[in-house]
């Protein structure tokens, strides 16, 4: 299963998403998720006709964030180079913190530099979005349903700020903060690892395997869930490997994973 949401004319869609002759085609309406309120409220109330569309590329489509979230959790330091490059001590438990979801961002959009930063720095990420209510997970539970697929993020983070506040809220979350896509995906598997790349201006800076992960995601679940219900579609966000580096006006980002597409994105300044 694949899918992303997108929207035409004045209305939002889900769209199943399939690879045709090595690109990505949205050929038909998806299932709505639970989570989407607003759409399921539509979906009642449209006509056959309202919810129809033609088959495209998904390169054609203008492409929204593929989730609704609740709450977008995040992981910080959770591959070993990363917290090296920091200068971080090794976690002995994950260190987690929020993005709000005013920060969502839809695939090809802008990030904004805000005035009150001057480092604001990419963290291609991979993300697990949740497929149904779950608290207090134990680490060898069945996920199967927990995990309804995989997207792709940048934790986009002002760095002066993240060391300055007590709290991250502000250096996670400025609108624009959290690009989200293109698409949610179940036939790619972490867990046995897959590489995540990160590029600026086409020019790779972070590579990395999900296996070099200090915390496997069944423990990330266990530990996040044990302070949290995790409602469908919430967002977790498991951590950058090593190659952070700071953002500039006109920066081209792209953060790709075989399976998952690329999630782009452009920078503007918002300083002056
Ligand atoms: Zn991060």
Known sequence: MKYC???LGNQIHYGAVEERKGELWIIGPAEAPEEDLAFRLALERATAEGFDF???PMSAAHLLAPVT???????????????KELGNEMPAEPLIFFKPPSSLLKPGGTVRLPA???????????????????HKLKPDDDLRGVIRGYT????????????????????????TFCPLGPLV???????????IETRVNGEIRQQASTLDFIFPIPMLLSF????????????????????VGPLKAGDQVEVSIAGLGTLAHSVEGDRD
């Not at 001057?118 to 779950?134: H, N, Q, S």
């Not at 995906?185 to 590489?195: C, F, I, K, N, Y």
């Not at 302070?227 to 498991?238: K, N, S």
Request: hydrophobic residues 40%; negative net charge; charged residues 30%.
């Open 5 to 7: 949401r997108f929207s």
């Open 54 to 56: 033609e088959p495209m």
């Open 69 to 83: 979230p609740s709450k977008i959790i995040c992981v910080g330091r959770n591959y070993r180079d990363h917290v």
């Open 116 to 134: 009150a930063s001057t480092r604001v720095d990419f963290e291609g990420e991979l993300a697990l979005v949740i497929g149904r209510r779950v």
């Open 152 to 175: 792709l993020a940048d934790d986009v983070s002002a760095r002066d700020l993240q060391k300055k506040d007590l709290q991250w809220a502000r250096a996670k979350g400025f609108d």
């Open 185 to 195: 995906s179940d036939e790619v598997d972490p867990m046995a690892g897959v590489t």
């Open 224 to 243: 996040i869930s044990e302070a949290f219900t995790l409602e469908p579609g919430d967002v977790i966000l498991t951590g950058t490997p090593s190659g």
